[in-house]
């Protein structure tokens, strides 16, 4: 399973780092992915990285401002978070799956939940002032 920590409030402008810890399987072998989901709408795949040769995706609203990065001694994907929004407040979830190859597949929009080898519980990031 994998397990998101690192949520909570912020000011705009702030910066928050998330973590997705994976127990049970090496994380490395894995693509991962951050999604983010507010109230109504499905699922937005913002920041993915793939599994072999660490290429990544930034969606358009994100990138230049968050940051993702693997540690492999702590099994864990962390994204970090600078120069937040309002529009940033939503639940992040980690996913990672072995089969998807690309960081643009990883973060395709429209892909079930239950497509992906691990999907965790989501943290909740607020940006309020």
């Known amino acids: 399973q994998v397990a998101e920590s690192g949520g909570g409030l912020v000011h705009p402008g702030g910066s928050l780092r998330l973590s997705c810890a994976a127990s049970g399987f090496a994380l490395d072998s894995y693509a991962v992915g951050w999604f983010r989901q507010v109230p109504g709408k499905g699922p937005e795949g913002i920041v993915c990285?793939?599994?072999?040769?660490?290429?990544?995706f930034y969606a358009k609203s994100v990138k230049g401002r968050f940051t993702i990065s693997r540690d492999v001694t702590k099994n864990t994907v962390d994204l970090q978070m600078d120069s937040l929004s309002h529009e940033a407040t939503a639940v992040y979830y980690c996913?990672?799956?072995?089969?998807?190859?690309?960081?643009?597949?990883?973060?395709?929009?429209?892909?079930?939940?239950?497509?992906?080898?691990?999907w965790g519980q989501g943290t909740q990031v607020t940006v309020s002032s």
């Open positions: 996913a990672a799956d072995a089969g998807r190859a690309t960081p643009q597949g990883m973060c395709a929009r429209g892909q079930p939940r239950g497509t992906y080898d691990f």
């Open positions: 990285i793939s599994k072999d040769d660490g290429r990544t």
